[in-house]
């Protein structure tokens, strides 16, 4: 059974950092794209980012883009999100899906979910 | 401000059907595939249709998708309780160069 289990959320003050983990299982991790969408409070989707199957190639949205750093570590299937100078808005669930797909082909899509994990920036 | 359209809300009695909009331009819907997803009361999104009209497999034959242009279409027929969600449109925008969802739309079974 695929499966994906975020985890690393928490409380974090304006200004700080945290870094999210993602634990796949139950298919081959390097093979596939990943990406993080987050979910605000009573709000809609908004994918943040996505990194290829080999971690060469990485994509952000302009609103992380020079915050945020994806990366993976295919050797313990694990994605990871780094959050530095976190904002208010930043207060999401971040969801960690996996991509079917190259990231960016007519194709592509998420196709697998995790369940999520919370991130609050507040003083 | 997402740039894929959907309507705020739409509801139909049980065994009755629904269709949601989804509106975008030739940058993301017009040239890229759309998929659809379920996101039920306190649970993660899930993939519901994907390469505009295909259906993963345990998805029923209650939903279908469609596309035309620059518009997408989800419909729910038989509408039973249990779908009671928010549904979300999605493709990757090629001037963009991310991937979009639509604004939403949440489904009443009255």
């Known amino acids: 059974e695929v499966q994906l289990v975020e985890s690393g959320g928490g409380l974090v003050q304006p200004g700080g950092s945290l870094r999210l983990s993602c634990a796949a299982s139950g298919f081959t991790f390097s093979s596939y794209a990943m990406s993080w969408v987050r979910q605000a409070p009573g709000k809609g989707l908004e994918w943040d980012s996505a990194i290829s199957g080999s971690g060469g190639s990485t994509y952000y949205a302009d609103s992380v883009k020079g915050r945020f750093t994806i990366s993976r570590d295919n050797s313990k299937n694990t994605l990871y999100l780094q959050m530095n100078s976190l904002r208010a808005e930043d207060t999401a669930v971040y969801y960690c899906?996996?991509?079917?797909?190259?990231?960016?082909?007519?194709?592509?899509?998420?196709?697998?979910w995790g369940k999520g994990t919370t991130v609050t920036v507040s003083s | 401000q997402s740039v894929l359209t959907q309507p705020p809300s739409v509801s139909a009695a049980p065994g009755q059907k629904v269709t949601i909009s989804c509106s975008g331009s030739?940058?993301?819907?017009?040239?890229?595939?759309v998929s659809w997803y379920q996101q039920l009361p306190g649970t993660a999104p899930k993939l519901l249709i994907y390469?505009?009209?295909k259906r993963p497999s345990g998805i029923p034959d209650r939903f279908s998708g469609s596309k035309s242009g620059t518009s997408a279409t989800l419909g729910i027929t038989g509408l039973q309780t249990g779908d009671e969600a928010d549904y979300y449109c999605?493709?990757?925008?090629?001037?963009?160069?991310?991937?979009?969802f639509g604004t939403g739309t949440k489904v009443t079974v009255l």
């Open positions: 999605g493709t990757w925008d090629s001037s963009l160069s991310v991937y979009v």
């Open positions: 899906a996996k991509n079917f797909g190259e990231v960016g082909y007519y194709y592509y899509h998420m196709d697998v």
């Open positions: 390469d505009n009209n």
């Open positions: 030739s940058s993301n819907i017009g040239n890229n595939y």
